[in-house]
């Protein structure tokens, strides 16, 4: 196996109109923002939007990790309390009928070290999705994706929903003949599995120390993985995903590894281009921590309003030790504190920031 490609500043190739796309996504972001807040009377985010769950646990850093393993925050063993929350990625309310990929985002408390410009607080943030790869190559097509999406925003939830069970069937065909489409799934066709079960995937690089890579979260306690790839049936409960996570883990205690793929080769594992997937037999993922959930009320109301309504996950929001690298991740900081602003002005709740103000 090769050894881990050395982080440089150089890895990364900054395009001339990336301001431009930027911009673009702020207003697309709005339209989302305002339709969803003017028709509900609610702000919510922009994408994933709608909660099944938050969770509050633990992640202990393994000790004695080999010293490209040992960087950022996982330099050195610990114990750091954590919240999860479990999403689908739509910009407004669905019901559950409409399937879609699972995201996890998860933001690591008290923790040490040099912050990313504008960073404010003492966590570290990861946003994760159920998939390997990004849907888009770069933020421009990506924008092209979402005017789409921002189009349906909040119409006619009984034609999402016959949509959603036609994508499912023809993505199910596709998988059978061995073929995955992530557009397919980002429309309504994802399999409508169970988040408890399911291995989240950063899909875009990140600085990590000395080195490059991508991260994951994989279900490892036998009550999680018991739950890998079952469907929750849907039809006439709109939130039968929350229902069913929350009956779920009062029985369950969770724990998922916390993994890394280090970058070997830049040319077989590109920073700039999220569809390209990394082959796990030429960088490998490897464990460097352990997240542990003790059975609880996933939808407690007081958790639910500190995490759900009162912070906001960013990629951007963290050490300059695991600074978000590429194209994709350069145009998601602008329109992430955007959609955070929004929602602090248009609901009269600030964001609060752990750490923040100390």
Not at 36 to 51: F, I, N, P, Q
Not at 239 to 266: H, K, P, Y
Request: net charge negative.
């Amino acid at each position: 196996m090769q050894a881990p490609v050395r982080y440089s500043p150089d890895v990364e190739h900054v395009q001339p109109d990336e301001g431009k796309t930027i911009a673009g996504l702020n207003e697309t972001f709005d339209t989302i923002l305002k339709t969803v807040a003017e028709d509900s009377g609610h702000a919510v985010r922009s994408v994933h939007a709608k909660a099944h769950g938050i969770l509050e646990g633990v992640l202990r850093i393994d000790p004695d990790l080999p010293p490209e393993l040992a960087q950022g925050l996982f330099a050195k063993p610990g114990a750091h309390k954590v919240y999860m929350r479990l999403s689908t990625n739509a910009g407004d309310i669905l019901p559950d009928a409409v399937s879609l990929p699972r995201g996890l985002a998860l933001k690591v408390l008290d923790v040490e070290g040099e912050r990313l410009p504008e960073a404010e607080g003492t966590t570290q943030n990861f946003i994760m999705v159920n998939g390997k790869v990004f849907q888009a190559p770069n933020a421009q097509k990506f924008l092209g994706s979402l005017k789409l999406l921002a189009g349906t925003t909040d119409r006619v939830e009984g034609l999402k929903v016959a949509a959603s069970t036609v994508l499912r069937g023809v993505n199910k065909a596709l998988t059978a003949v061995g073929i995955e489409s992530p557009t397919l799934g980002s429309l309504g066709g994802a399999p409508n599995v169970d988040p408890l079960g399911e291995t989240y995937y950063s899909v875009t690089p990140f600085r990590y120390g000395d080195h490059i890579a991508k991260f994951s979260i994989a279900p490892v306690a036998p009550g999680l993985t018991a739950l890998t790839g079952t469907e929750i049936d849907a039809s006439g409960r709109p939130n039968a995903i929350r229902e069913t996570v929350r009956s779920e883990m009062t029985g369950i205690e969770g724990v998922w590894e916390f993994r890394v793929q280090l970058c070997r080769d830049l040319e077989r594992q590109p920073v700039e281009d999220p569809t390209i997937e990394w082959s796990e037999d030429e960088a490998p993922f490897q464990r460097v921590g352990l997240i542990t959930v003790r059975p609880q009320d996933s939808w407690d109301e007081s958790r639910v309003r500190t995490v759900d309504e009162e912070m906001r996950f960013s990629v951007w929001t963290g050490l300059a030790a695991h600074r978000p690298l590429g194209n994709i991740n350069r145009a998601r900081n602008a329109p992430y504190r955007h959609s955070a602003e929004f929602r602090q002005r248009f609901n009269g709740c600030p964001i609060h920031e752990p750490g923040a103000g100390r």
